[in-house]
């Protein structure tokens, strides 16, 4: 019989591997099918802040589903999803924010972001601001319009991708970004930054940041900050871009932490204010977008954050993570690390100043962190540590042994 499941990101070849199948989570461990524990340094894809398993969060979703078990945000809205937006506008920053659109995934809300600046522009008489400016590098999704603003190649030709309303500059520095608005700055409908690039764990330079506001009063492009992988404590702030001042922030995989499929975009007074006046309808919805039980979970889930102080912890976090990639710096096969906060890459190379690890050796080293006992991310020359807000020492610990015995066991065989 053909195993059943289409593992994503994965070739056939990989599927149905019973130390890749999860049988079940807590705390910060998953058990697989091969009846091992494996301590998890990638808060499940970047979403379970909070560890796996909170109780809290688990019993506000259910009491919403026996109350409401479903109620849509199509031409209407509900008390639940009401609630959500107030609590997330509250703590962004009610100064800057005005309303709240629910999507389902970082993917769906990234498209629903590039149909709602070109919209923006177009109200206001100007539909020839229709370009969408990503980073090189950077990740967004893979639905289509996120996957054409997706600025690592990752196939777009193969499938298509229409990417002639997007254009992309280096995160480095603020040439590419002032050539781009040179030529084309009354086309510019929106920057697109993510704090740190989902790809690498690369933060944005301080020099792009710093002329950021420049060019925004030169030009008149909105500001988006794509914090789905950056909010909800993951660089040490509530969210990265705080302070920023963007017309739009994308938070999703903290939300809820990691227990329903659900996104937002947090839009700024001012972007309102346009949609207001024209009284604009955005065309874009989602059948479990904003349902009761999300949105009993977005609650749950800031709750218990106030409740377990997992800003303050997570500064305790990132001081033990520091001193982990310190103590990792001698290692033959590590580079140097990279990042913000709780969102970090420990850079691989060859022994000796060989040059970037080549994919093959790559997967041998994760592998090898795996079988010593700890899953990290995949990355470009690189594994990224994302572990959760609320880790304990014996989590450091642990994972600081898998790592090197990991790298000790993976220089053996390369």
Known sequence: MRYPLWELLAPPSRFGNQARTAVRAQGTRILYGDGTWRLCATSGLWNVNLGYGNVAVADAVHRSLIDASYLPLFRSGHEYAVAAATALIEVAGPEQFGRVLFSTSGSAANDMMMKLVRQHWTVQGQPQRNLVVGLKGSYHGLTYGSHALTGEPLMQDLYGVDRSLVRHVEHTSDGELRALLAAEGDRIAALVMEPVLGTGAYPVSPALLASVEELRRQYGFLLVADEVATGFGRTG????????????????????????????????????????????????????????????AILATLSEMERLEALKRAGVVISQLDGLLAGLADHPLVAGDDGLGLFRAVRLGLPDGGGPLPFPALITVLNEIREAGAVVQPGPSCAQLVPALVYEQEDIDQLAMSLRQGLDRALEKL
């Open 237 to 296: 702030a509530f969210f990265a871009s705080e302070h920023w001042r963007p017309d739009l922030l994308l938070a999703s995989k903290g939300l809820t932490n990691g227990t329903c499929a659900a996104a937002v975009i947090l839009v700024s007074h001012g972007v309102c204010d346009v949609f207001d006046a024209a009284d604009a309808m955005l065309m874009h919805a989602e059948t479990q977008a904003g349902t009761p039980s999300t949105c009993a």
